[in-house]
């Protein structure tokens, strides 16, 4: 592990000739709780804000053992940080990283901020603690992440509902005019092709869904991202609707090395952003697709010429159930850019309103954890 970075204490001016006096008013008029300790951990100055905070009387702290202050579950190993601290001293944040408790004289616990000042005195090497009270903001913390688990629940379940009325609307439709009886053959037919084809788009938002509230860790391979990428080009383009008269360009590196990735999870990618290039173009003008070896990545990049995405829009376009399309789910998007994460790679969108727009995916040749 690297050392941890020194950083010049900024905080306090100290010459070793000062003596302790000098620090009395410092720490006694301080607006919050400060404490100073000796070398051996003993309390040599503390302010009322501290003692109000810990719970002692007034003068009550001063000769005690700074352990006093120490949830009994961390004392043990408190004196050795202390000798951490003396051997190389900083100014720095106490435990960072850790989430401190303070122990009150009656037991209780208080959650803590605490930043250490070294001083050194005539007396010898003290330390300075001063100490901030966060009792209020872990409170609102945690009232703020529950209202977030609420309102994300909530979305989701509006959405998940929005999204299985409709399909479930045609299917029920269709099997109350199956149970008529009276179809004609015709009818017969479009009606079966409804009931194949809505209970289909059923069963892929439900896949999305899962998908992105419990995404599955990538079983990587090494492959042919160019294979995988024809191959889903290939199965959009197979859509009439979707494919229209749009010109695709395919530019894929014939050189491009082998990467490891999990076919079955970038073809989700790769089927997402080509489709929603192609939505985009609604029927008419240019798509590009291209693969590229980079140093240590490979790319694959789809620009379409299409409406883009106004900059006030585009930082929305990775937020869960964000669509502008009647049909999306909005969860495109940021499923992919979950599953780029996964592998250590990336996925990035540029985009020029009234020209177009340019979706870049990068997968690492070799796997970073
Ligand atoms: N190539 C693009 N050109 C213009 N807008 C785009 C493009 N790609 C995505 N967007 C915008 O980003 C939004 C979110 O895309 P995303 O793929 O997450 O969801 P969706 O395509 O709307 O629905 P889903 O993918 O779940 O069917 C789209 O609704 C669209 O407004
Ligand atoms: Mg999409």
Partial sequence: MAPAKKRKSRGLKTKAGDSLEKFRPVVAYAPSPMI????????VLANARAEELFGYAPGELGGRKIE?????????????????????????????????YGARKDGSEVPVEIG???VKTAEGD?????????????ALE????QTETLAAVGGMAAAVAHEIRNPLGSIVM??????RGDLRPDDLKSVMSVLVGESGRLNRTLEDFLQFARPREPKLQSGDLNATTREVLAAVKSDPVIAGKVVVEERLDRKLPPAPFDPDLIRQVLWNVIRNGFQALNG???????????????????????PGIAADRLEKVFLPFYTTKTKGTGLGLSISRNILVAHGGELSIESEPGRGTRVDISLPLSRQR
């Fill in 126 to 138: 003290f330390v300075l603690a001063s100490i901030v009270d966060i009792t209020e903001r872990k």
């Fill in 142 to 145: 945690k009232r703020l992440s």
């Fill in 68 to 100: 006093a202050l120490v949830p009994p579950r961390f004392r043990d190993a408190h004196p050795a940080h202390r000798g951490k601290f003396h051997e190389a001293p900083s100014e720095r944040a106490m435990g960072a990283g850790r989430d401190l």
């Fill in 36 to 43: 100073m300790a000796d070398r051996a951990g003993t309390i």
């Fill in 284 to 306: 008419k003008g240019r798509l590009e697709i291209r693969t590229e070896a980079l140093p240590g990545k490979v790319l694959v990049r789809v620009s379409d010429t299409g």
């Fill in 116 to 118: 250490l000042n070294p």
């Fill in 174 to 179: 269709g099997a109350k005019a199956l149970a």
